[in-house]
């Protein structure tokens, strides 16, 4: 799942300074599965700042509402009546909740209040660990299920880079070699003959933004 941080208060206090009337608006999504942005945490952000304009004597009225995902029309259409009342909204949501937000209310200011950090998996409550970077081109299969794009620093798809620092990458002494990691893998599998196969090289020309549509419903879009 899509994993997220907050910013800190004083970052968000500066981007809502000058509006008179602002909506928080939560994501009971991913960011409220990593426990960032769901109605306790709009809840919570909600209560701080009003804190801080208090402490600051700045009169503001800030509201919350959480939708079930900003990132799907049919959920964020109940805002339709709700947003035009404020002068500018706040996004719990990750990056891509954020501009379907302001796409939706393009008459309004729109602030993120999260940074999207990565696609992770749970470590813990609250503690999570970059998988995935969505390349767009999964090499997992080959790789023994180690993302060659987000454990090796430069993020190579075909064997280690020759900086390898003992077991660990040659950026730190802390971080093992992702390559390393890979040919254990795979070595344990009986697989290393996968190693071998040479993978072509990431298509970052390819930076336009990409639409993802599921087999089973090309003929509805792709027809
Ligand atoms: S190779 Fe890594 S970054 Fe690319 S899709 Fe697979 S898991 Fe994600
Ligand atoms: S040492 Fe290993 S993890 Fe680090 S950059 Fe080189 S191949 Fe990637």
Not at 168 to 197: F, H, M, T, V
């Given at each position: 799942m899509v994993k997220a941080e907050r910013k800190p208060v004083q970052e968000i206090f500066d981007a809502i300074?000058?509006?008179?009337?602002?909506?928080?608006?939560?994501?009971?999504?991913?960011?409220?599965?990593?426990?960032?942005?769901?109605?306790?945490?709009?809840n919570a952000l909600n209560a701080?700042?009003?804190?801080?304009?208090?402490?600051?004597?700045?009169r503001k009225r800030i509201d919350?509402?959480?939708?079930?995902?900003?990132?799907?029309?049919?959920?964020?259409?109940?805002?339709?009546?709700?947003?035009?009342?404020?002068?500018?909204?706040?996004?719990?949501a990750c990056g891509a909740g954020v501009q379907h937000m302001a796409q939706r209310f393009s008459k309004i200011p729109v602030h993120p209040v999260v940074n999207t950090v990565s696609i992770g998996i749970d470590k813990d409550?609250?503690?999570?660990?970059e998988r995935c970077r969505a390349c767009g081109h999964c090499v997992l299969g080959y790789t023994g299920g180690i993302c060659p794009v987000t454990r090796c620093a430069k993020g190579l798809f075909n064997g280690?880079?020759?900086?390898?620092?003992?077991?660990?990458?040659e950026i730190s002494n802390e971080i093992p070699c992702a390559w390393l990691d890979i040919y254990k893998r795979l070595k344990n599998q009986d697989r290393l003959g996968d190693i071998l196969?040479?993978?072509?090289?990431?298509?970052?020309?390819?930076?336009s933004p990409r639409t993802i549509?599921?087999?089973?419903?090309e003929r509805r879009y792709l027809a």
């Amino acid at each position: 799942m899509v994993k997220a941080e907050r910013k800190p208060v004083q970052e968000i206090f500066d981007a809502i300074n000058g509006y008179g009337k602002v909506l928080n608006v939560g994501c009971g999504g991913c960011v409220s599965v990593c426990l960032v942005g769901g109605q306790k945490e709009v809840n919570a952000l909600n209560a701080e700042l009003k804190v801080h304009l208090e402490k600051a004597g700045i009169r503001k009225r800030i509201d919350g509402y959480t939708v079930e995902r900003q990132c799907n029309e049919s959920f964020l259409k109940e805002l339709d009546s709700k947003a035009p009342e404020y002068d500018c909204l706040v996004s719990m949501a990750c990056g891509a909740g954020v501009q379907h937000m302001a796409q939706r209310f393009s008459k309004i200011p729109v602030h993120p209040v999260v940074n999207t950090v990565s696609i992770g998996i749970d470590k813990d409550l609250g503690m999570y660990e970059e998988r995935c970077r969505a390349c767009g081109h999964c090499v997992l299969g080959y790789t023994g299920g180690i993302c060659p794009v987000t454990r090796c620093a430069k993020g190579l798809f075909n064997g280690p880079c020759g900086g390898t620092n003992g077991d660990n990458c040659e950026i730190s002494n802390e971080i093992p070699c992702a390559w390393l990691d890979i040919y254990k893998r795979l070595k344990n599998q009986d697989r290393l003959g996968d190693i071998l196969k040479v993978r072509p090289h990431m298509e970052w020309q390819n930076q336009s933004p990409r639409t993802i549509i599921q087999e089973p419903y090309e003929r509805r879009y792709l027809a």
